[in-house]
């Protein structure tokens, strides 16, 4: 088969698309005909090299793809060739005291699909049953593909680490991105007043189309102070931050006393100056999030089938040119998800 792959870390040059072995199935596996599948961010990093995760080389990256099932293992149930899937990239031990409290994403051995192991960025993909959920015949092969990681991450990151009531409001940090625009709109479903940042006027409209009720360009004015004029110098109950360093002071400040900042990630550093003071004083909560348990990504994803969430598509890329693919989530040009599909079936 064609896969995307790269046998060093480094910059957009190591990418390379051509052939890899055939995956073989296990025995609790099933071989999945990729039809499309969408770029992360995480996808940059695992690029690039983390601390702590050593790869097998070569790795083939991706953790968002959907396809149509072609062979299952014999200890497989959940599936039969013909079936549409999509994948959820997230993988549970299944036995450590977490996951038998039903919080698989805190997993003491949790991994991820293209993250530590390889991914699905190729043609076909072996994967895990527990790692795929069905996808009803009437959802495109864009949308299929391209849902599971942010709108997952962002529904955990709302609903079941933040608990937003409809009657809070809600500050969404770079509502352009894959997981931003996903928050954005599940905070509009469950009530909540939104509020939403990102860097041109294109960009803002989108989020208002998703749902949020007031924006701002933060390359054009203090977040925070737009914050403080905006909701009667209160702040906000809820901030969603992924992007770390940059964001992390003015995110505490637009905060309302007793407010939540949750966070699922740190694009731009995971090390920025605190304010502790701020913290205790405004009695503050600093609530972490990764990926979703099962139950949550089958809640989500129904609400994405039935089209009340939308993954914005911004590109389609064809998956021989993975450089150009990257390229466009590392320069967070336009909106929503960047989908790679494999050349034969474009
Ligand atoms: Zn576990």
Known sequence: MQ?????????????EYGEFPDPEPGRDDVLVDVKAAALNHLDIWTRKG?????????????????????EVGDDVTRFEPGDHV???????????????????????????????????????????????????????????????????????????RAELEPSESVLVLGASGGVGHAAVQIADYVGAEVYATAS?????????????????????????????????????????????????RDSLKSLAKGGRIVTCGATTGGRPETD?????????????????????????????WDGTFEPRVRDVVPMSEPAAAHELIENREGFGKVVVKPDSEL
């Open 200 to 248: 041109s006027e294109e960009k803002l409209r989108y989020a208002e189309e998703c749902g949020a009720d007031h924006v701002v360009n933060y390359e054009e004015e203090d977040l925070a102070d737009w914050v403080r004029d905006e909701t009667g110098r209160r702040g906000v109950d809820v901030v969603v931050d992924h992007i770390g360093a940059a964001t992390w």
């Open 276 to 304: 502790i003071n701020r913290i205790f004083w405004n009695q503050l909560s600093v609530i972490g999030s990764t990926m979703a348990t099962p139950g949550e990504v089958d809640d989500v994803l129904e609400l994405v």
């Open 3 to 15: 896969a995307v792959q790269f046998s060093e870390h480094g910059d957009r040059d190591v990418l």
């Open 86 to 160: 999509a994948v959820s990239a997230g993988v549970a031990c299944g036995d450590c005291e977490f996951c038998r409290h039903g919080e698989e994403s805190m997993c003491v051995d949790f991994h991820i699909l293209g993250e530590h192991v390889r991914g699905v960025h190729a043609e076909q993909a072996a994967v895990p049953q527990d790692n795929l959920v069905a996808v009803p015949d009437h959802v495109d092969w864009e949308t299929a593909g391209s849902a599971s990681l942010v709108f997952q991450t962002a529904w955990r990151m709302l609903v079941t």
């Open 50 to 70: 983390m601390p702590g995760i050593d790869l097998d080389m070569p790795h083939i990256p991706g953790s968002d793809a959907a396809g149509v099932v072609t």
